[in-house]
């Protein structure tokens, strides 16, 4: 890409390419769910005809719609910015200027992958989950590639050709084995497809006669299986046993099929200006990220992983990973000294000297909030004892993994940065350049007045909008302090 | 800027703010009111308690509305730093929030029909932060929000040259 200077006027148009007819007709069925229940609703009450007609409107309809789409789709690329001309009635020109895309991202789900193609998306962080903005769905997997280098090199100011060539052949910043990638299917354990059999079964469950969730189809199953019936029984605990071996096996082989689909083969690349992310098995994605967009670091990890040394890498940048993840992965499992040189990268200084904790009123403040539960649980323990004393035990566990967090959170304050750690089960050290910050909150309420602590919380760009970065009950003071070295930079 | 703010520091909005807040306060409870009217009518009717819930919460209404909105506007208050906004705000959750000015995307001053009606305004500040990325300061007199905005514009405009 070394033209002259172009502006998106000149350019010449170009079209999404013609195969993507092909790969693009699986999304447009899929569009149209509520037919096939107008089709599956005439075949079974018996009008087959009428239901192969309405199926082959269907069709027709969403192969004339897609053959529209692509007849009027046409992007120019300029120098600076991308155009794109679309729609048929309500024609859209949309320009996307090239100092304004954080993240291009190429998909190549697996029919694509069989024809050559590529998905593009441009990501301008604008917020609004429109995942429509500046997306070509389906060029040549060549054309995505130059187009990508055209945008980095844009970018970057750099030559392209480092980019992505140079790089193929050099080491990986990290990368993960069949074995890595299966050891992180183990650790994320997943009951999600009984949350799916739930869902499937509350809509399908009545024409199938599979309900698996009504007492009433456990015990006609039961009344119908005679004799095993009686075994079952007989054999109480061990059937009981054997149901929580195989939610476990279950749980299990969901985590590792889901981290196989995603992370098989994961390799991440320093590239010209960024951070370059492949992975997938069926379908392939391919993600940069451009280093200076990135806003803060946040090492994860549990119990359990921690004991084995694992840990997870993930970095918050303007724009949001796929999938609406919110921040981006870039070391789904990984040692601590894997990890340093993906951190080293970004160049920052890590704070020096012990982490300092924060107050006990941590753990006051919280038991405090939970007298209420526990008048409750006393009053339950009068007049129902079994039921007052499971909630008692409930109590206890909630206060001791409070107590525990409050052992685990910690932080640091560098010239330049920032390192939080807390939480025990979800453990997470957040890593903040101190130039990141945008706003900073001192909070406190009625409880943690009385203990003379207030919280910080810190407004950072990007990432997943729930997760606030905080440093929770700090003495009034140290509050203070903490907060004007954070902002010492804009005095 | 010291450790602990200073009380010279900080301003508070217009007086006529209460008013607004009290308007709120009032609105927020009608729903409730009317609703406990309706239950009172539908469901405890005949019983020996009848009308006692629609006069229970109208009173905590009337309180409520009488005593909260002085309390929360007294600890509304308002810090221009050199680079710096600070707003502190909250009743039983106190707030207390700084943005540096060159952290500022854009600025709104709205106005609201209460607004109108008591002469106040509302300057909302937007940051690129995901959390807390809009801080608004209420009840200031529309031309002191005019002067914030335009100070804050001008730290903006400096920080791009």
Request: charged fraction near 20%; include cysteine; charge should be positive.
């Amino acid at each position: 890409m070394t033209e002259v200077a172009l502006s998106a006027d000149e350019a010449p148009p170009e079209r999404l390419h013609p195969l993507m007819l092909l790969s693009g007709l699986g999304g447009s069925l899929r569009g149209v769910a509520g037919g096939y229940a107008g089709i599956g609703y005439l075949a079974a009450t018996g009008r087959l005809d009428t239901a192969l007609i309405l199926g082959a409107l269907l069709l027709a309809g969403a192969i004339v719609s897609l053959l529209v789409y692509w007849r009027r789709f046409t992007f120019r690329v300029g120098t600076d910015e991308l155009r794109i001309d679309s729609g048929l009635i309500s024609r859209t020109h949309r320009s996307i200027p090239f100092d304004r895309v954080q993240d291009v991202d190429i998909t190549q789900g697996p029919l694509q992958r069989l024809l050559g193609l590529a998905s593009v998306t441009f990501d301008t962080g604008a917020s609004g989950g429109s995942k429509e903005e500046g997306a070509l769905n389906g060029i040549a997997v060549a054309r995505a590639h130059a187009l990508r280098d055209h945008v980095r090199a844009r970018r970057g100011q750099a030559p392209a050709a480092v980019g992505t060539d140079a790089a193929e052949d050099a080491r990986p910043l990290f990368a993960m084995d069949l074995r890595r990638v299966l050891t992180a299917g183990v650790f994320n354990f997943s009951l999600a497809i009984f949350a799916g059999l739930f869902g499937l079964t509350q809509t399908m469950g009545d024409v199938i006669g599979f309900e698996p969730f009504e007492r009433q189809f456990w015990t006609d199953l039961l009344a119908n299986a005679g004799p095993l019936t009686g075994f079952v029984q007989d054999h109480r605990f061990g059937a009981a046993f054997a149901g929580l071996l195989l939610l476990v096996l279950v749980g299990l082989l969901t985590g590792i099929a889901r981290t196989l689909a995603r992370d098989f083969r994961f390799r991440l690349d320093r590239t010209g200006t960024g951070l370059r992310r492949r992975r997938g098995l069926f379908t392939l994605t391919d993600v940069t990220l451009p280093l200076r967009r990135v806003q803060a670091a946040l090492i994860l990890t549990g119990p359990v992983r921690e004991r084995f040394g694992w840990r997870e890498l993930k970095l918050q940048s303007l724009a949001q990973d796929q999938g609406g993840g919110g921040d981006h992965q870039v070391a789904p499992l990984a040692r601590d000294e894997e990890l340093q040189p993906i951190l080293a990268e970004l160049g920052w200084q890590l704070p020096q000297g012990p982490l300092q904790p924060v107050s006990k009123a941590y753990v006051w403040t919280f038991c405090l909030a939970l007298l209420p539960v526990l008048l409750i649980a006393l009053v339950q323990a009068a007049v129902l004892a079994p039921l007052g004393l499971l909630t008692l035990a409930l109590l206890g566990l909630v206060v001791a993994a409070r107590w525990l967090g409050w052992r685990r959170t910690a932080f640091a304050l560098g010239d330049d940065q920032l390192l939080v750690r807390g939480g025990w089960w979800q453990r997470r050290t957040l890593l903040l350049p101190l130039q990141s910050v945008q706003s900073v909150d001192l909070t406190e309420n009625f409880i943690g007045r009385r203990f003379g602590t207030a919280g910080i919380r810190i407004g950072v760009a990007g990432g997943s909008g729930f997760s606030a970065h905080v440093i929770p009950s700090l003495p009034r003071e140290k509050a203070s302090q903490v907060r004007n070295a954070l902002l010492s930079r804009f005095a | 800027m010291t450790a602990e703010p200073e009380s010279e520091h900080f301003q508070h909005v217009e007086r006529g703010y209460v008013q607004v807040i009290r308007v709120r306060t009032l609105l927020g409870w009608l729903p409730l009111v009317i609703g406990a009217t309706v239950l009172d009518r539908a469901l405890l009717d005949g019983w020996a308690i009848q009308g006692a819930l629609p006069v229970a919460i109208g009173l905590f209404a009337l309180i409520s509305t009488a005593a909260a909105p002085p309390r929360i506007w007294q600890r509304l208050r308002y810090g221009l730093h050199p680079t710096l906004l600070q707003v502190l705000r909250g009743w039983l959750f106190h707030t207390d929030t700084i943005v540096p000015f060159v952290r500022v995307q854009h600025i709104d001053v709205t106005r609201g029909p209460w607004d109108k009606l008591f002469g106040t305004a509302t300057l909302v500040v937007h940051t690129a932060g995901t959390h807390n990325s809009i801080v608004t300061l209420p009840g200031l007199s529309p031309e002191r929000a005019g002067e914030i905005r335009e100070l804050i514009r001008g730290h903006i405009r400096s920080d791009l040259e």
